[in-house]
């Protein structure tokens, strides 16, 4: 295989390092990037720690730890995470995650990792994501791979079968672990489920032999959850907007969002690595009519994603809110339901909305991973 044929989609490799950190260095942006993560600090120094980096490990281990340990302890109460052992022997994995946050998703699991000295994974992110030079080479620097959105259905298909060459190179050869979401954008009512388009997108670099080419995936999936859920006023005006007419994006939209999810507080955050899907799963989904493979083995994904998804105190509030009961309210306090109650009205107050029905929307992303939990469990 000829590994040129990914050079428009792949990370950078480290001999392109260098230059990337002068270009990032040089952009007049920087300066307010390291007005916010050094508010007292030297910011000069900041960039000399940019141009000191020669390679992705330098960067991540000098750059992108300092920067998502920052946004941790600004905006969150705590991380905690299980399943770690999985990656013991140093076993490549294609990791497959619910999808919260645009950026934070991938970052913490890749911080998880690199705090406890393993390999961090490269990083599927859709184009449309990539708004400047900049961002792009910050974003290839950090082990970012392309995922072409914005084009035509022929270019699309054209690139997904590029994609899914490169994904199961890295996996398949153990050269590096792969994150992608379980489907193309965000999950914004709280409901989540693995599209079969995305695993139709994995076996299009296959030889045919649907058993061989899933297991050499080596497929972990993983669930992520956010006591308070980013951007969740932004996704509720999404969906509200969405019942009357097609949602169409404004300008720089996915900015704000990847910006609002940065700088949002999350409360608590845990991410849990099951247990990866196995080759038994794989030859029974095999078994089945060409149609049913797919929903299988998405069916065995989401089993563990939902199961390990860690409900918080505000699901459970929301829920009850949100049906007129105290069906769950042995999970909170009165003080916490009346927290979340402000929460919530602070978050509502000032929309062009119905109150009552974006209210009813807002409670339901909160409310709905109880409701897939009952569903699938």
């Known amino acids: 295989m000829d590994i040129k044929e990914f050079d428009d989609i792949r990370p950078y490799i480290d001999v392109e390092i260098p230059a990337a950190m002068e270009r990032i260095a040089a952009n007049p942006l920087l300066d307010e990037i390291a007005k916010y993560l050094l508010p007292d600090g030297n910011h000069g120094q900041f960039k000399n720690i940019l141009l000191s980096c020669r390679t992705t490990d330098d960067f991540q281990n000098r750059v992108m730890a300092f920067v998502v340990n920052k946004i941790l302890s600004d905006t969150s109460k705590g991380l ?39 390999q961090t994974t490269e990083i599927a992110v859709g184009d449309n994501l990539i708004t400047s030079d900049f961002i792009e080479d910050i974003a290839r620097t950090n082990k970012m791979i392309k995922v072409v959105r914005s084009t035509s259905p022929r270019e699309v298909y054209t690139s997904s079968q590029k994609l899914s060459k490169y994904i199961r190179y890295n996996v398949a050869s153990q050269k590096s672990s792969l994150w992608i979401a379980q489907r193309n954008g965000r999950t914004k009512d709280g409901l989540d489920f693995t599209e079969q388009g995305l695993l139709k997108m994995l076996e299009m670099s ?22 308070y859920e980013p ?30 999810g940065i700088m949002q507080f999350k409360g608590n955050i845990h991410i849990e690595f099951t247990t990866p899907v196995s080759i038994q799963e794989v030859q029974y989904a095999a078994g089945l009519d060409k149609n049913e493979r797919f929903k299988q083995l998405a069916s065995d994904m989401d089993m563990r994603i939902v199961s390990a998804y860690k409900l918080w105190g505000n699901n459970y509030i929301a829920y009850d809110l949100l049906h007129g009961t105290d069906r769950f309210s042995e999970h909170y306090t009165p003080q916490q339901k009346s927290a979340f109650e402000n929460y919530l009205q602070f978050k509502l107050h000032g929309t062009d909305c119905d109150a009552d029905e974006l209210r009813e929307i807002f409670l339901g992303i909160y409310a709905n991973p109880i409701l897939r939990k009952e569903e699938i469990l």
Do not use: M, W
């Open 231 to 260: 951007c969740d006023l932004l996704k509720a005006v999404e969906l509200y907007v969405s019942k009357r007419r097609k949602y169409v994006k404004s300008a720089n939209e996915d900015l704000n969002s990847i910006l609002t």
């Open 206 to 227: 296959g030889s045919g032999d649907f058993v061989k080419d899933f297991s050499e995936l080596n497929i972990l999936p993983a669930s992520i959850s956010y006591e």
């Open 80 to 118: 905690t995470y299980g399943g770690l052992s999985n990656f013991d022997g140093g076993q490549k994995f294609l990791i497959i995650t619910n999808h919260r946050d645009i950026v934070l998703d991938s970052a913490i699991i890749n911080i998880i990792l690199h705090n406890h000295n393993i």
